[in-house]
C-alpha cells in the first residue's frame, strides 16, 4: 500500500495551493482519509479529514474556511485547497487513509504518504 502526496511548493501568503494524494494497493473507498501536517520543531498536527463518502468533513480550527478538503472515490485519490495561505501554514504535509472516524487522532490511521513541503512566505 503506498499513499504519495504532491502539490506542495513555495507560495507567498495570501496565495492558494492544491494538495493531492493518490493511494494505491488497495482501496479507501472505505475509510476516513486525512491530511496532517508537521511544522519544523513542531509536533505532528491534524489538519483536515473527510469521510468514506465525501459528504462528511471535518477541520482543524486554524485552517477552517480556508482549506477544503474532497476525495474522488473512484480514483482513491483525496485533495486539500488551500487558500488564504499563511507563513503559519508552512510544514510538511502528509496524507494518510484507514481510519474510522474523521475525529480520529493521528494514531488511528494505518497508512502514511511520504509528506510534501508547503512553504509560505511572508
Known amino acids: 500500500v503506498q499513499l504519495q502526496a504532491f502539490g506542495g511548493g513555495l507560495v507567498q501568503a495570501g496565495g492558494s495551493l492544491r494538495l493531492s494524494c493518490a493511494a494505491s494497493g488497495r482501496t479507501f473507498s472505505r475509510n476516513v482519509m486525512g491530511w496532517f501536517r508537521q511544522a519544523p520543531g513542531k509536533e505532528r498536527e491534524f489538519v483536515a479529514a473527510?469521510?468514506?463518502?465525501?459528504?462528511?468533513?471535518y477541520y482543524a480550527d486554524s485552517v477552517k474556511g480556508r482549506f477544503t478538503i474532497s476525495r474522488n472515490t473512484a480514483k482513491n485519490t483525496i485533495n486539500l485547497q488551500m487558500n488564504s495561505l499563511k507563513p503559519e501554514d508552512t510544514a510538511v504535509y502528509y496524507c494518510?487513509?484507514?481510519?474510522?472516524?474523521?475525529?480520529?487522532?493521528?494514531?488511528?490511521?494505518?497508512?502514511w504518504g511520504q509528506g510534501t513541503l508547503v512553504t509560505v512566505s511572508s
Open positions: 494518510a487513509a484507514g481510519a474510522k472516524s474523521v475525529v480520529a487522532g493521528g494514531d488511528e490511521y494505518d497508512y
Open positions: 473527510i469521510g468514506w463518502s465525501g459528504a462528511t468533513t
